[in-house]
Structures are given as C-alpha cells and as structure tokens.
C-alpha cells in the first residue's frame, strides 16, 4: 500500500503562501513534470485571451473590469 505524500506541485518554491484554489495548475505541473509558475502564466495568458475574445455569457461579466480572469465579480 502507497502512503500518502504531500506533494504542492512547486507551489511553494515559486513563492505562493495561503489557499489558492488553484488546484488544476498544481495538477497539471505534478501530471507534467512542469514547473507551477510557468503551468499559472500560460493558463492565465489562456484565460484572459478567452475573457477578452468570448462572445460566451460566461466570459462577458469578466470583460474589461479585472486584470485577473480568475477572481470572480460579486455584486
């Protein structure tokens, strides 16, 4: 039987402290063999291309209000 093993995907080392909620990117560098900053920098260039080019009703919320595509707007 395998044990558990902590495992932050690099987090950590690229200088990020706290909750995140940023589990995908932590996957993708463990999955990968990638460094986590780079696996957060292309995501985010990803995400706000979609933000700012989306005709989807869930990017239009986004658009022209934030800089960072991952924090959700609250009313």
Partial sequence: MIGFQFNDGGRAA???Q???GD???RAIA???GLLYERVYQDLL???VMHRD???S???KPYQSRKKDPFTPITR
């Fill in 14 to 16: 690229s200088g990020y």
């Fill in 18 to 20: 706290g909750r995140a």
């Fill in 23 to 25: 589990c995908v990117v």
């Fill in 30 to 32: 463990i999955g990968g």
């Fill in 45 to 47: 260039e990803l995400a």
């Fill in 53 to 55: 080019k989306s005709w």
């Fill in 57 to 59: 009703r869930l990017a």
